[in-house]
């Protein structure tokens, strides 16, 4: 395509937007082709997610100005960015978890007949042959969406917005909660968009998404573009050199060996859940990291809302130092030190109405209390430690956590625990939808408390983190341990924990692939 033929769909000139003090965009341009695939970088904190609530009229711009097809426009709001054919996929799901899948895909354009009733029939009806098309057929539409997985609810988001028939689709982090053939299936259903013309904007923190679906990547760093580029044009290091403003040069921490054999700081023994985990037990030493893999579903969120008494044991003991506890709700498990950063931080590890000081200290409000009252300059500076010791800006002690971006409110989750001197951290995929420059700081969180004697259990959906941080790693299959995988001298192999969450013996990597891509993640 020569110079003169290319249209640009998109086009953001010199855009600024400031909260206060801080600058989240300055100057910013974003340049996108007629029908590519454009992937938006950058660090969480670099501007992306503004600049797409911009894009997707959900805020004004202080200045700069927004072109559609060489058309200057302002959008207002989100209907004005709708009738301009731009459609946004959120990095938060924003389905209404009350209502059924129908009503939330038909929200606000269900088909109405007599007096605006609506045609509930018809609405089904036409969301159950959408989502056939889509390949997403075995949804059950009249399921509540707060009995559906994550993964579910994510790909229900992004299928209401393609349904909706985008000029342009901005997705944010799309595939944060996806995995397996879930991205499989994204990645079939990006190109099938683009082979229909639809231009993409797909903002990610995982480069190598980026590398397989789009054409061209766009950098921001500080709320500025930092370059524009081909993906032929520059290697994954570049990328990340670019994205961070220096070298990475040691995305995870140095590891250490296992600490030496002594009574479990954290035991489980024959752990049940319902019917989704079975049987299990495990021990965690002081200094220890141990790891989790397994494909969705295979009962890794039961096993850790179980430790930590938001759901109930069908069976089973926990130990804590060698003895047996009772562990029947969170407050139980907190007060024995263990404590849980969970699946979804802005639902469940944070009050994103709350000031940081507020989300940090709530967990351990009983060290400031005296005769009934918070001993205020207390709890601020534990909380101003714990904020440094997570390199959160110390505004945060007194600004609401959902004026953060989503690494640091993830940080603010764990610093919560820290303040509270927790004992066991139970790590959820912690590192989900952020950038590799807080993933690297987690990374050395985890190691800087395991040596201060605490252990964590790390469960995660990307293989290398657990290659990297963990000492040992459990595989579940089906609800059960199927494989206690130890490293070689020269590390863990992938193959051995891929083979292990299959649940087969294939010795082929090429079969272990295709394998995953029928069971899905």
Not at 242 to 248: A, C, D, N, Q, Y
Request: proline letters at 4%.
């Amino acid at each position: 395509m020569t110079g003169e033929n290319i249209i640009i769909a998109l086009r953001a000139f010199a855009v600024t937007k400031a909260f206060g003090a801080t600058v989240a965009l300055s100057e910013a341009g974003l340049e996108v082709r007629n029908g590519e695939v454009h992937a938006l970088l950058g660090e969480n904190g670099a501007g992306k997610s503004t600049l797409v609530k911009i894009l997707s009229g959900l805020m004004l711009p202080d200045s700069g100005e927004l072109q559609v097809k060489g058309e200057k426009v302002r959008f207002s709001s989100r209907r004005a960015a709708d009738r301009a054919g731009v459609q946004t996929v959120f990095q938060e799901v924003s389905l209404i978890p009350d209502l059924t899948v129908v009503q939330n895909v038909l929200l606000p354009f269900a088909p109405t007949g007599f007096l605006w009733q609506l045609k509930q029939k018809a609405g089904r009806a036409f969301v159950e042959a959408e989502f056939e098309r889509l390949g997403l057929g075995d949804i059950d539409p009249n399921a509540e969406i707060r009995d559906l997985s994550l993964n579910l609810r994510q790909k229900i988001e992004i299928a209401r917005a393609v349904i909706r028939k985008p000029k342009i689709l901005l997705l944010d982090e799309p595939t944060a909660s996806l995995s397996g053939n879930d991205v499989d299936w994204f990645g079939s259903l990006i190109a099938r968009l683009k082979g229909e013309g639809v231009t993409i904007v797909f903002v990610s923190h995982r480069i190598p998404e980026a590398r397989a679906f789009c054409d061209r990547i766009t950098i921001l760093r500080n709320g500025s573009n930092v370059g524009t580029f081909s993906v032929p044009e520059v290697t994954n290091d570049q990328v990340i050199d670019l994205i961070i403003g220096r070298s990475l040069r040691a995305t995870f921490p140095e590891r250490t060996p296992a600490p030496a054999s002594t009574t479990p700081l954290f035991a489980a023994r024959s752990l049940s859940v319902g019917d989704e985990l079975s049987d299990v037990g495990l021990a965690l030493g002081a200094g220890e990291i141990l790891g989790v893999a397994g494909l969705q579903g295979m009962g890794q969120r039961e096993l850790f809302l179980g430790l930590f008494g938001a759901l109930p044991l069908t069976q089973g003991e926990i130990f804590v130092k060698g003895e047996r506890v009772s562990i029947e709700k969170p407050a139980d498990a907190i007060n024995l030190g263990v404590c849980l950063v969970p699946e979804e931080r802005k639902t469940e590890g944070i009050f994103l109405n709350l000031d940081g000081r507020t989300n940090i200290s709530i967990a351990a409000l009983a060290k400031f209390s005296r005769k009934g009252f918070i001993d205020r300059s207390a709890e601020s500076r534990a909380v101003s430690a714990a904020l440094a010791r997570v390199q959160v800006d110390q505004r945060a002690l007194h600004t609401r956590v959902s004026a953060f971006s989503g690494g640091n409110q993830q940080k603010i989750a764990i610093a919560k625990w820290l303040s509270n001197k927790s004992r066991v951290l139970l790590m959820f995929d912690p590192t989900r939808g952020v950038d590799v420059g807080t993933k690297s700081e987690i990374y050395h969180l985890m190691k800087d408390y395991t040596a201060a004697g605490g252990a964590i259990l790390f469960y995660s959906t990307e293989l290398t983190e657990l290659t990297n941080m963990a000492h040992q790693i459990l595989v579940l299959y089906g609800g059960r341990i199927t494989a206690e995988i130890m490293p070689t001298d020269s590390g863990f192999e992938e193959n051995d924990i891929m083979r292990a969450m299959l649940g087969g013996d294939s010795s082929d990597p090429v079969a272990l692939i295709e394998e995953a891509g029928r069971v899905g993640a």
